[in-house]
């Protein structure tokens, strides 16, 4: 037998196994892998199993029993990777990762009723820091604390009793083992439940955190945003303008790209509130049956400005140029001014442009902070087109307006204090604190703020209708969820967004020498206004009612193609 070892002895050994601490206090990684598992699968998922209780067909006995089994189930998915990952110099990190990705996508998820798939995680990522500024708030400062930071803490501190480097391997791939067996028998055991409501609530599955979070950012790395990274395949190459009838006028057309907005809570399609008094006295044409390519800008614009429509971007092999390329090859003087710090999603890469900064400094009085209400995009906009070449305004010039709209959450700090109608209105970006009607007063005064800058960009075009064919074109790129069901802001996948978030206003006004040279008349799009549309005809109307001639050019998808005909 071998003497008892001395104290040095132990603490030499306890030294090998947990980092000098005493063993009495210390545990093993799988220990530590199973509480940090148990913590994320009950209060870290939060939001799956409120959605799970409030379904109809898990309300009885049986139903909890699933719950049970699922919510095992979840437990044993989150502990899989963090078994292969518990090696002494990577479990704590990934542990303390886990729980801050839980704690903030458990107070998104639960606050705004979002999911978190690839099309959210797009925009975390293309989120700038002006538009992150509006997501922080107290409340998500304190869940942060209480559920991420605070028990990430409690991780980094604890001590561990390590095994040997064999023994661990074998320790780890036990635990790994243990996870997989215990999902599939939690799955077998009511597969039935689990494929039904999986079928019929297909959102369940984004909601399970943080893994819906490290899922999304794996598949954008399989499909990135841009399909072949920085090559953009040219469009439109046939492009060129009809010949002008004798005696006509350029066209001036602005392009507005709305934010936000959402098509039932305009005045004009018919909304309780004149949150449209402005346009209802121009004469306008608002199309009220119109749905977007998504549920997120960076999914939307790319989309809308493409060639392809919704489907066949969607699967796209490879990037191309769009509208405002073609527009250019074609011969016009394009100009993009955004007054957006999130850019114009790489649609505007290729023509000249005024950024959110440039627009600032030429009208600081307009501005408050680091932004812009959208009148700035009018300020010293004659100069801006007379610094375009010569050439190419002698055939026309296009200008497109990206707005900041009615971007939420801080609704609030979208209009100057003269279009505040409808209060009280909500003045914090933690919408969810509001009462709903605080929510939507202010959403709405950002769509009365929009109805006026409309008006405004109408009148500015009116001063020059003695040397050009004027007309202005507005499109939302997406809509919004304003508390209904417990849903705000948007973003929700495609497929399981309510309508709010996916039908738009299109609103059109065409000056009498526009409708005169193009043969297209308010008139005529006002007959088409319920007709069901979408961001699939954007492009080609806008080819059409700017008269360019491209092989790309589809006139079944351009609304006024009719129109012409017709005339």
């Not at 073609?326 to 999130?342: E, F, K, P």
């Not at 705000?488 to 996916?502: F, S, T």
Request: glycine residues 8%.
């Amino acid at each position: 037998f071998s003497p008892a070892p001395t104290l040095p002895d132990r603490r030499r050994s306890f030294g090998r196994m947990g980092g000098g601490r005493d063993a009495a206090w210390s545990m093993r990684p799988a220990t530590l892998v199973l509480l940090v598992t148990l913590w994320i699968a009950t209060i870290g998922n939060v939001a799956l199993w409120r959605a799970m209780a409030a379904l109809p067909e898990l309300s009885d006995g049986r139903g909890l029993a699933f719950m049970v089994a699922f919510g095992v189930g979840v437990a044993a998915l989150t502990a899989l990777p963090l078994a292969l990952l518990a090696w002494r110099w990577t479990l704590k990190p990934v542990l303390v990762l886990f729980l801050l990705a839980a704690a903030g996508g458990a107070f998104f998820m639960v606050s705004y009723g979002i999911v978190i798939d690839r099309t959210m995680m797009i925009n975390v990522l293309l989120t700038d820091s002006r538009e992150a500024r509006d997501l922080l708030s107290p409340q998500l400062f304190g869940v942060l604390a209480v559920l991420g930071v605070v028990p990430a803490l409690a991780v980094w501190r604890a001590p561990v009793r390590w095994a040997t480097p064999g023994r661990q391997a074998f320790h780890n791939l036990a635990l790994a083992l243990l996870a997989v067996a215990v999902v599939v028998a939690s799955a077998g055991l009511f597969f039935r439940d689990l494929s039904s409501t999986m079928r019929n609530h297909t959102q369940l599955r984004f909601l399970i955190n943080p893994l819906n979070s490290f899922y999304a950012l794996a598949i954008i790395g399989q499909q990135p945003v841009q399909r072949s990274g920085v090559a953009v395949l040219p469009l439109g190459e046939d492009a060129q303008l009809k010949p002008p009838a004798p005696g006509a006028k350029p066209p001036l057309v602005v392009m507005v790209l709305g934010e936000t907005a959402r098509a039932d809570h305009l005045g004009l399609n018919g909304y309780a509130r004149d949150t449209t008094p402005r346009l209802a006295r121009e004469n306008v044409a608002s199309l009220r049956n119109v749905w977007s390519c998504g549920t997120n800008t960076a999914a939307s614009v790319p989309c809308m400005f493409s060639h392809l429509g919704r489907e066949a971007f969607e699967s796209r092999d490879a990037n191309t140029e769009g509208l405002v390329d073609v527009l250019q090859r074609a011969g016009y003087a394009v100009l993009w001014l955004d007054n957006q710090a999130g850019g114009c999603k790489g649609v505007c890469d290729r023509v000249p442009k005024v950024d959110y900064k440039q627009l600032h400094a030429a009208a600081p009085d307009l501005c408050s902070g680091d932004e812009c209400f959208d009148e700035v995009m009018l300020r010293g906009l004659d100069e801006r087109i007379a610094a375009l070449p010569a050439e190419r305004r002698a055939r026309g010039v296009v200008v497109f307006m990206h707005q900041m709209g009615s971007h939420g959450p801080a609704y609030y700090k979208r209009t100057p204090a003269a279009h505040k109608r409808f209060t009280p209105e909500c003045t914090t970006n933690a919408l969810q604190q509001c009462p709903r009607e605080q929510v939507v007063n202010a959403y709405d005064n950002t769509i009365l703020y929009t109805d006026h800058f409309l008006a405004q960009a109408i009148d500015w075009m009116r001063t020059h209708d003695a040397a050009s064919a004027t007309a202005l074109v507005y499109l939302s790129d997406h809509g919004e969820s304003l508390g209904e069901n417990n849903l705000y802001l948007h973003g929700l996948p495609y497929r399981m967004a309510p309508d709010v978030q996916k039908r738009v206003p299109w609103v059109t006004w065409l000056s009498p020498r526009f409708e005169q040279q193009s043969g297209v008349t308010v008139a005529c799009l006002k007959a088409k206004a319920d007709e069901r549309a979408s961001h699939d005809h954007y492009f080609h109307t806008a080819l059409g009612l700017l008269g360019v001639q491209t092989q790309v050019y589809r006139p079944q998808l351009d609304l006024s193609a009719s129109c012409r005909a017709a005339g």
